[in-house]
């Protein structure tokens, strides 16, 4: 049975009308620009919100090889446009609503999110209690003006499990996370640290790897044009793990010469 909601809430240092104003004319700045932060990261540029109820909530792409073109995905409708107090959609890409609230505290503004399957809804992408710890971060960091992208080389650790190893390195390295540091009981996927721009990817580790030894580590790196790396990787005889696929980013896995996996991703225009 699909879950029916997902909910969280954050906390800022600013008024409701200054919190709501933020979250939807700064969306593409605060908005994370990790590997699957889009439904397709290797073409995504920007993140959109046009204003008003009717309003389009866009994924604004550059199709490849055009430079200068533009187009989008629209992920959700704006249901209701409350300036100051609430932002709702129906989203365009599954079966939820999404309704956001700003409310006052004496500290600044609560967020409140929740996304909701529809009555009959089948699909449902719960991403919301992710994305909304990115909100808070670019609050206190927005007199940058620059979004968070990610550099072109991350390190992936493999671990039987990855949510404790996330609360180890956590508590006794110090490594943060754009996210959030998953809780106990919890077991999410994706579980991103960072290092200031690189990032430190952690997943499950691989039951009966054994040949040459179990895959414990790893690299990623985004190259400009994939197809043509892992024509070359191929042509040179590297053993290919997996071809190139695509879940939000386009991406093919191989191991060198020893054994080590690579994982080979397409840059988003956007990456230096």
């Known amino acids: 049975m699909t879950k029916q909601s997902a909910s969280a809430s954050v906390e800022v ?15 593409d700045l605060w908005w994370v620009r990790g590997p699957i932060n889009f439904f397709d990261a290797a073409r995504a540029v920007a993140m959109q919100i046009e204003p008003g109820v009717g309003g389009r909530i866009l ?15 629209e992920l959700g409708r704006i249901t209701a446009w409350e300036p100051g107090a609430r932002l709702a959609y129906r989203s365009s890409v599954d079966d939820t609503e999404t309704d956001i609230r700003f409310e006052a505290f004496s500290g600044g503004t609560r967020v409140s999110v929740e ?26 960091r927005r007199d940058l003006r620059t979004p968070r992208e990610l550099d072109r080389l991350s390190v992936v650790l493999y671990y039987e499990d990855p949510a404790a190893a996330a609360r180890w390195l956590h508590t006794v390295f110090g490594l943060g996370s754009w996210d959030r540091i998953p809780a106990e009981g919890e077991q999410p996927s994706w579980i991103e640290l960072h290092i200031g721009l690189s990032a430190v990817l952690l997943f499950k580790l691989e039951e009966g790897a054994t040949v040459p030894r179990p895959v414990d ?17 191929s042509e040179q005889g590297a053993k290919i793990v997996s071809e190139i696929h695509q879940h939000g980013y386009r991406c093919y896995e191989v191991d060198d010469l020893e054994g080590h996996r690579w994982t080979f991703a397409q840059a988003r225009p956007t990456m230096q």
């Open 115 to 140: 996304q909701t399957l529809v009555p009959g809804g089948e699909s449902a992408f719960y991403f919301w209690p992710n994305v909304i710890p990115w909100f808070v971060g670019w609050v206190t």
């Open 217 to 233: 580590h790893g690299v990623w790196v985004y190259v400009d044009d994939l197809d043509a790396h892992f024509a070359r990787s």
């Open 59 to 73: 994924e604004v792409y550059r199709p490849a090889g055009d430079p200068a073109g533009e187009d989008v995905l």
């Open 13 to 27: 240092a600013a008024d409701p009308a200054t919190a709501f104003r933020i979250f939807t004319d700064e969306i």
